[in-house]
Every structure is written in C-alpha cells, then in structure tokens.
C-alpha cells in the first residue's frame, strides 16, 4: 500500500469537500490549518472517512479528531499505513 503524499490528499481533499474559497490549494499548504484553508470539520471528516475507505485503515474518532494541517493527516495515515504493512509482515 503506498503512503499518501500531499499532492493525493490535496486531490482527495478537492473531491470530496470542494475548493476551498479562501485559499488555493498547494504544495505551500503543508502547515496551514485546514480551517484557514477554508474546510470546515464536517469536510475534513468526510475526507478522512474516505482515506480510511480507501486504505483499509483504522482510525479512531479521536485521532481524527486531532487533525488540524495536511501535514498532521500525512504524518497520522502514513503511521497507520506503516502499522498495517508491519501487522501484514509479522502475520506471515
């Protein structure tokens, strides 16, 4: 499973919330809190909910909760991914 770059969490965040008005979207976007980018929780939750769809992950209401920049949702969903590929190795 591939870990999830900027650029695919920008196109994910773009479908399935929409452009945001207040900024354009961006390599520069890392840091920036995604309420000044112009999402809201109910976006940003809709596009987690489909992160975790999409890559078989776990994550807890409360991990999703604590997702405030892109930088933090790349840092959480690539641990996860991580995880899982150590969890598909150990099974083995």
Do not use: C, W
């Amino acid at each position: 499973m591939e870990e999830l770059t900027l650029e695919k969490l920008i196109e994910l965040t773009r479908t399935y919330a929409g452009e945001a008005e207040e900024a354009a979207l961006g390599d520069d976007i890392i840091d920036v809190l995604f309420e000044q980018l112009g999402y809201d929780s109910v976006a940003l939750l809709e596009v987690l909910s489909q992160i975790k769809h999409r890559y078989g992950l776990d994550l807890s209401d409360e991990t999703v909760g604590r997702q405030r920049t892109p930088r933090d949702v790349l840092a959480t969903v690539n641990e996860a991914i991580r995880n899982s590929r150590a969890a598909t190795v150990l099974s083995q």
